[in-house]
């Protein structure tokens, strides 16, 4: 047995949230977070090699001359944040929309007008690759100092073939370029361009955009904006049912605005998740349920948009729907980069408890990926993809909000970021 290259001991609290990794926690699985006191990890190479209490690991003989250890004394440890829903690459931001949106304008009729989504679009053909991968590293290292490790990044704001293209290309390079792991979604269906049909942009979607992605192998996931006004039932069926075809695993934003049968649909493809889902109907949380599908909800995203409507998570979690958190980050309906929000609002308006937040935020966010095999949860064998938090139980973590309670982030192994806390 070797002796491990980082020892990170003494936590308050350790979150293992253990057992999920075959199946997404659902029910009341999500609250079981696997939790031990004076916790104690092993970490050799890039991955997590022990567990335990820091007696029973120091017992076990991990500890050896050459090892870095971390006292996480008065901290929580946590797995990394898994963000499985993103649209954080694009150029320019939004800010434009605050006075409209105060003024009672709604985030269709914005983009109606040529604005919301396509006044992203146009700011991000406008920008060259270069200065797109600069403002994209940023927010990603505000997600990394927010305790977020691995996040899926979305393409939907080039809509040409070209422009879809290059955004699949460019998270592949920040992929490369980037300390966090992104999991690339093609959506080119995002919103229909202007002065075109949603029929003509669906068959350059179908027959031009998805052949070529799936030919490159860019995209892992496809997304398609299913919303009435935006792509119809109808045609979110044909899109995700061509790139299914086409080796891409379906998710949809479903219900989000308007009850239009987007969590049916999700269920009726076996999507692997559907995202938002405000208004998703009680068939439609039970088909779910019976498919499997991971509702990926999107609470800063409702805080955003002011209606004061948030899905409905209880009747989710009891339905036997595994629930994921994410941010939905991108610069509309949520401008905003932080999982532990994303947290505070998952508690106090999904009514999620903390533990099963977590869950959410976690082991069943990695499954909305297809990562829960090796991220996720804190476990022999897992990427050592590591949080420690500067809170002293798990309560705390949802309930202190407002501040970045990251202190360390560990990313396969290594410190990556660490805040720096001056006593005076
Ligand atoms: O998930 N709903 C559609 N797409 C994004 C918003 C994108 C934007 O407004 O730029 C969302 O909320
Ligand atoms: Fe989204």
Same mark, same amino acid.
């Given at each position: 047995m070797p002796y491990a290259d980082l020892f990170i001991h003494s936590a308050s609290y350790l979150a293992t949230v253990r057992g999920h990794s075959g199946a997404p926690a659902r029910g009341t699985e999500m609250a079981e977070v696997g939790m031990i006191e004076d916790g104690a990890l092993a970490i050799v190479g890039d991955k997590i090699a022990a567990v335990g209490t820091t007696a029973e690991l120091e017992q076990a003989g991990w500890v050896g001359p050459g090892t870095v250890r971390l006292n996480a004394s008065g901290k929580l440890v946590a797995p990394g944040f898994v963000d499985p829903h993103t649209h954080v690459l694009y150029g320019g931001s939004r800010e434009n929309e605050l006075p409209l949106k105060l003024a009672g304008v709604p985030y269709l009729e914005i983009l109606k007008q040529g604005g919301g989504i396509l006044s992203t679009v146009r700011a991000t053909a406008a920008a060259d690759d270069e200065a797109l991968k600069e403002q994209t590293k940023k927010r990603l290292q505000t997600m990394l100092s927010l305790g977020t490790t691995t996040a899926e990044v979305k393409s939907g704001y080039g809509l040409t073939p070209d422009q879809e293209l290059r955004a699949l290309r460019l998270i592949a390079e920040l992929n490369e370029e980037s300390v966090l792991d992104l999991v690339p979604t093609f959506m080119g269906a995002h919103a229909v361009p202007s002065g075109m049909s949603e029929e003509d942009f669906t068959e350059l979607v179908i027959r031009q955009m998805?052949?070529?992605?799936?030919?490159?192998?860019?995209?892992?996931?496809?997304?398609?904006?299913?919303?009435?006004?935006?792509?119809?039932?109808?045609?979110?069926?044909?899109?995700?049912?061509? +790139?299914?075809?086409?080796?891409?695993?379906?998710?949809?934003?479903?219900?989000?605005?308007?009850?239009?049968?987007?969590?049916?649909?999700?269920?009726?493809?076996?999507?692997?998740?559907?995202?938002?889902?405000?208004?998703?109907?009680?068939?439609?949380?039970?088909?779910?349920?019976?498919?499997?599908?991971?509702?990926?909800?999107?609470?800063?995203?409702?805080?955003?948009?002011?209606?004061?409507?948030?899905?409905?998570?209880?009747?989710?979690? +009891?339905?036997?729907?595994?629930?994921?958190?994410?941010?939905?980050?991108?610069?509309?309906?949520?401008?905003?980069?932080s999982m532990p929000l994303v947290l505070t609002l998952g508690c106090l308006y999904l009514k999620l408890s903390p533990a099963e937040a977590l869950t959410a935020a976690t082991i069943n966010a990695a499954h909305a990926?297809?990562?829960?095999?090796?991220?996720?949860?804190?476990?022999?064998?897992?990427?050592?993809?590591i949080l420690m938090l500067d809170a002293p139980n798990l309560n705390y973590l949802p309930y202190h909000f407002g501040n970045n309670p990251v202190a360390t982030v560990v990313k396969k192994g290594k410190v990556v970021y660490s805040a720096e806390y001056r006593s005076q």
């Open positions: 998805l052949p070529q992605v799936a030919e490159q192998g860019i995209a892992e996931f496809c997304d398609v904006f299913c919303e009435p006004g935006v792509f119809s039932l109808e045609t979110s069926e044909r899109i995700l049912t061509r +790139a299914k075809e086409l080796g891409l695993k379906p998710k949809i934003h479903a219900d989000e605005l308007e009850a239009a049968g987007g969590a049916e649909l999700a269920a009726r493809l076996r999507a692997v998740s559907a995202d938002h889902l405000l208004q998703a109907s009680d068939r439609g949380i039970e088909e779910m349920a019976e498919a499997g599908v991971i509702a990926v909800l999107l609470p800063a995203t409702s805080f955003n948009l002011a209606k004061n409507t948030y899905a409905r998570a209880r009747e989710m979690v +009891a339905a036997g729907v595994p629930v994921a958190l994410a941010t939905d980050s991108n610069p509309g309906s949520s401008p905003t980069e990926l297809g990562r829960a095999e090796r991220i996720g949860s804190l476990e022999a064998g897992k990427q050592a993809d």
